[in-house]
T-cell receptor
Framework: KNEVEQSPQNLTAQEGEFITINCSYS?????LHWLQQHPGGGIVSLFM???GKKKHGRLIATINIQEKHSSLHITASHPRDSAVYIC?????????FGPGTSLSVIP | IAGITQAPTSQILAAGRRMTLRCTQD?????MYWYRQDLGLGLRLIHY???????GKGEVPDGYSVSRANTDDFPLTLASAVPSQTSVYFC????????????FGNGTRLTVT
């Protein structure tokens, strides 16, 4: 069992749909990092959070430390949101990556 | 523009050859990391350095070596490349441990034939 898991593994959505990607972890962490990777591209940091909720544009990230769960929401999805979304748990100097969720948004 | 620069962008390498992947950052970050990314396996840590002059082994260190002579540079060397080292390699950095976000380079796509 991976220490950081994501669901779904793959997701296809119609443009405009509300999207949720889930991340659960089985180890103690102090913060969670959401990353975005476009096809053939580099990896970009979206959010880092240790409690509550953060919002940036159409992206919202939430975390529940007690339940060891985080979600990334995309409102009014657009084809340019198509990417792999990766969550990573931070524990002092150790970073544990989830396997990623591949999102495809169809026009 | 502040960030991480990796070179080369891509490389085809014959098995048995030696290769150094370069990574330079200008953000004065203490911690630097090398990851490889393979389909179905996600990002795996090869080596890391928490500060200049120190390095450590990650999850998949065999066949790779690193050095950290100064804060900015963190080269990754494959002493004798093998086909299983075909992968996309990412260098990353962050200011220090605890809750500081990772910054990634654009990656190096390496094919060992």
């Amino acid at each position: 069992k991976n220490e950081v898991e994501q669901s779904p593994q793959n997701l296809t959505a119609q443009e405009g749909e509300f999207i949720t990607i889930n991340c659960s972890y089985s180890v103690g962490i102090s913060a969670l990092h959401w990353l975005q990777q476009h096809p053939g591209g580099g990896i970009v940091s979206l959010f880092m959070l240790s409690s509550g909720k953060k919002k940036h544009g159409r992206l919202i990230a939430t975390i529940n430390i007690q339940e060891k769960h985080s979600s990334l929401h995309i409102t009014a999805s657009h084809p340019r949101d198509s990417a792999v979304y990766i969550c990573a748990g931070f524990s002092y100097d150790k970073v544990i990556f989830g396997p990623g969720t591949s999102l495809s948004v169809i026009p | 523009i502040a960030g991480i620069t990796q070179a080369p962008t891509s490389q085809i390498l014959a098995a048995g050859r030696r290769m150094t992947l370069r990574c330079t950052q200008d953000m004065r970050h203490n911690a630097m990391y090398w990851y490889r990314q393979d389909l179905g396996l996600g990002l795996r840590l090869i080596h890391y350095s928490n500060t200049a002059g120190t390095t450590g082994k990650g999850e998949v260190p065999d066949g790779y070596s690193v050095s950290r002579a100064n804060t900015d540079d963190f080269p990754l060397t494959l002493a004798s490349a093998v086909p299983s080292q075909t992968s996309v390699y990412f260098c990353a950095s962050r200011p220090g441990p605890y809750n500081s976000p990772l910054h990634f380079g654009n990656g190096t796509r390496l094919t060992v034939t």
